[in-house]
């Protein structure tokens, strides 16, 4: 044994069979502190954070009145219902200036956000997994609506950018051919994606419904897609409640009809994530 260990450690040390795992990303330069008054926030300031690879601005990271579950939010890729904060999280907001180093890819740049919650308020969270609602997503039986992409992937739109956009005749915004997003106005929605997978596709949805979709396609490839429908309405009929005559279809009708898919209730297992431990207070810069 102890001669496997020094044939071990001598290869190690020559770098042939051993190496040391990468270190976790971080940025250049990052100050947190407690935010000001609402009041004093600028006219033109933008609350929420915007910055970083795939924006106009990718060399550096502004947050602007958040809160800590709202970082951990975009940190982990969380949607909102996977998050059990107490209220106490919700109280204080921080402002954030982070310098992102050259090169920084997407995945490197939840890194460091992930890091920079661990080292500065000694962030732990606990993940769990409860049976609970879901929604599960299947081809339709009119057949699949979607088109296979043509083009290649192309780069998502920067963060906090609104492309531009009109309004068609039934008031649902309209974005010119080959333009990418997501935009709601008075409660009409429309949602244009180029080379989109299913992964990427169920993460939207489920933000939307507010409860995880399930991908049971079995579809591989990517695809275009242009849906639009009213918000809201699938929520208040899984709820029973009555409500007014809409002036549009239901989100579920949407996926239906302009999609070729299937969203329909189900029970499953829902991975819930709980903040274990906080600092009130992050760290000094």
């Given at each position: ?19 040391q795992?990468p ?15 609402m ?15 795939g924006t ?21 890729s ?5 998050l ?7 109280r204080?907001?921080f402002d954030?200036?982070?310098?992102v180093?050259?090169g ?10 992930q ?13 769990e ?13 009119s ?49 244009t ?17 507010e ?7 079995g ?31 239901t ?11 299937k969203?329909e ?15 009130k ?5």
């Amino acid at each position: 044994m102890g001669t496997f260990r020094q044939v071990l450690f001598g290869l190690c040390a020559a770098g042939i069979a051993c190496s040391q795992p990468p270190e976790t990303p971080a940025f250049e330069v990052a100050s947190i502190k407690l935010s000001g008054p609402m009041g004093s926030i600028g006219v033109n300031s933008r609350l929420g954070c915007g910055g970083g690879p795939g924006t106009t601005d990718p060399g550096s990271w502004t947050c602007v009145q958040v809160t800590l579950p709202q970082l951990i939010l975009t940190a982990y890729s969380l949607q909102p219902y996977q998050l059990a904060a107490a209220s106490d999280w919700i109280r204080d907001r921080f402002d954030i200036q982070a310098k992102v180093p050259n090169g920084t890819t997407r995945a490197d740049f939840r890194r460091m956000q992930q890091r920079l919650l661990e080292e500065r308020f000694k962030l732990k969270l606990r993940r769990e997994q409860k049976e609970g609602p879901v929604y599960e997503l299947t081809v339709a039986k009119s057949g699949l609506k979607m088109k296979d992409s043509a083009d290649s992937e192309t780069a998502p739109a920067a963060d906090g950018v609104i492309p531009k956009f009109s309004l068609d005749k039934q008031g649902f915004p309209s974005f010119p051919p080959g333009v990418s997003g997501k935009l709601g106005l008075n409660g009409h929605m429309r949602w244009t994606a180029h080379h989109i997978t299913m992964e990427e596709m169920v993460t939207t949805l489920s933000g939307e419904v507010e409860r995880p979709v399930i991908d049971a396609t079995g579809l591989k490839g990517a695809y275009d897609l242009d849906m639009h429908w009213v918000k809201g309405q699938l929520m208040a009929k899984a709820a029973g409640a009555d409500g007014p005559e809409i002036d549009g279809p239901t989100i579920e009708q949407a996926i239906q009809s302009q999609l070729g898919l299937k969203i329909e209730s189900k029970k499953g297992m829902v991975e819930t994530v709980v903040i274990e431990h906080a600092e009130k207070v992050p760290i000094e810069n």
